[in-house]
């Protein structure tokens, strides 16, 4: 079975001012298309995989054959990263993240403050294209950072939160400058449903 362009949860327009919304129809529409797209071409073929969630293909990985492996990296990652991207956003969004979630990063981190600027770190120190990661491994929050599209899920981690900082994510509104859309990308950050990924995480369902 094919993989599938998800439709954006809220109007492309919902996130302005922080994020615009030629910027969100290109992002999804093109960029996020064409990771599917490409990905279901990788696969064709390969039943065995095509039929498998996104996430269970990244996680095994190394059982994609050689020769198309790269390519669903590539493709399939980026198609899982935005997947995700799109759910933990949202409108009248921001704030800070309470319950379970909130405790955790108040002890990982020290607070959130600390948090943020650990995400922030990682997101602008990533040179090139990549992205910024909060993940839950072995029962403990960790941020990182990843190249091009690779998924936290080939580690055998679980993203919990993810900041895309390719150039297509902001550059219509922000050019060069990424640590401004870092900080404005908090605004737009859907808590709830990165509380659900995390709860997910902890239940070993992620």
Do not use: C
């Not at 696969?43 to 498998?52: D, R, V, Y």
């Not at 590539?74 to 759910?87: K, T, V």
Request: proline share 7%; charged share 20%; hydrophobic share 35%.
């Amino acid at each position: 079975m094919a993989y599938t362009l998800p439709p954006l949860p809220y109007p492309a327009d919902a996130l302005e001012p922080h994020i615009d919304k030629t910027t969100m129809e290109i992002h999804h529409g093109r960029h996020h298309k064409a990771y599917v797209d490409n990905v279901n071409k990788a696969l064709e073929g390969q039943a065995s995989l095509q039929n498998l969630p996104i996430e269970q293909l990244l996680r095994q990985i190394n059982q994609v054959p050689e020769n198309i492996r790269q390519s669903v990296i590539n493709n399939g990652g980026g198609h899982a990263n935005h997947s995700m991207f799109w759910e933990i956003m949202g409108p009248k969004a921001g704030g800070k993240p309470s319950g379970p979630l909130g405790d955790d990063i108040n002890k990982t981190f020290g607070d959130f403050a600390a948090f943020q600027q650990q995400i922030k770190t990682a997101a602008v120190g990533r040179f090139g294209s990549g992205w910024a990661w909060l993940v839950f491994e072995n029962g403990k929050l960790q941020v990182l950072s990843t190249p091009n599209q690779d998924s936290p899920y080939m580690k055998g981690q679980s993203p919990i939160l993810g900041v895309d900082v390719w150039e297509h994510a902001y550059y219509l509104k922000y050019q060069n400058k990424r640590p401004d859309y870092v900080d404005a990308w908090w605004n737009v950050v859907n808590w709830n449903a990165v509380g659900e990924r995390y709860a997910k995480a902890k239940a070993g369902k992620l």
